[in-house]
């Protein structure tokens, strides 16, 4: 559980450090990432894709971030009923 939380904590760093500068870095000049009507330049990235991919990393955080804690919940000693009471209440807490 402790690598996996510092993982994941290192993986999500990562991908938005990497991901600010996609998004500030996206066009030449930078004048056409907030001017629409600038002529001229490029944007090789595409932001629908950013936005995409963000989306999928966000998923798959969330369900890690709520998986972990359910592995070390069932491995307590305590009855099903009550580690179930556990489980639901990190399971709401998703919401």
């Given at each position: 559980?402790?690598?996996?939380?510092?993982?994941?904590?290192?993986?999500?760093?990562?991908?938005y450090i990497t991901a600010a500068f996609?998004?500030?870095?996206?066009?030449?000049?930078?004048?056409?990432?907030?001017?629409?009507?600038?002529?001229?330049?490029?944007?090789?990235?595409?932001?629908?894709?950013?936005?995409?991919?963000?989306?999928?990393?966000?998923?798959?955080?969330?369900?890690?971030?709520?998986?972990?804690?359910?592995?070390?919940i069932w491995r307590l000693n305590m009855t099903r009923?009550?580690?179930?009471?556990?489980?639901?209440?990190?399971?709401?807490?998703?919401?």
């Amino acid at each position: 559980m402790f690598w996996a939380v510092r993982i994941l904590v290192a993986a999500n760093v990562v991908y938005y450090i990497t991901a600010a500068f996609l998004e500030t870095f996206r066009c030449t000049p930078q004048k056409k990432v907030w001017d629409v009507f600038y002529k001229g330049g490029y944007c090789p990235v595409n932001v629908v894709v950013l936005n995409l991919v963000a989306s999928i990393i966000n998923l798959i955080s969330d369900v890690a971030i709520l998986a972990l804690p359910q592995w070390v919940i069932w491995r307590l000693n305590m009855t099903r009923a009550i580690r179930a009471g556990v489980s639901v209440l990190f399971l709401i807490g998703i919401l």
